[in-house]
């Protein structure tokens, strides 16, 4: 049962990077979704940061991608590295959430999901 829990933990962090994969369309204007639409302020239209900026902002969510989906790999093949990168890819993935809260605030909730396993974890194993 543990095993199953392990595999399918990897394969909710590996979903997750892929839902980053939604910023980084909408950001860079590959695709239009309702729920997330393309401006160029962040923080609840606080701060312009311009279409350059913007590109940017999306360029972020696919470093997200590539830290969740690395994460997810680690995990599967059972490395010793993977603790540490969820570590610090759940923080700055928070951080691009807390950015754009309006669209991402799921997101972000997930991530501090992720935290909280994570610090549990510490103390269970």
Do not use: C
């Amino acid at each position: 049962m543990l095993v199953f829990l392990y595999y399918a933990t990897a394969f909710i962090i590996f979903a997750h990077g892929l839902i980053h994969l939604i910023g980084v369309a909408v950001y860079w204007q590959l695709a239009v979704v309702d729920e997330i639409p393309y401006k160029t302020t962040l923080l609840g239209d606080r701060w312009d940061i311009g279409v350059s900026g913007t590109r940017i902002f999306g360029l972020l969510w696919l470093f997200g991608t590539i830290g969740f989906v690395v994460t997810a790999a680690g995990m599967a093949f059972r490395t010793t590295w993977w603790q540490p990168v969820l570590l610090g890819t759940t923080l700055f993935s928070l951080l691009i959430t807390i950015l754009d809260w309006d669209a991402a605030k799921f997101g972000a909730i997930t991530n501090i999901i992720i935290l909280i396993i994570l610090f549990v974890q510490q103390f269970i194993l």
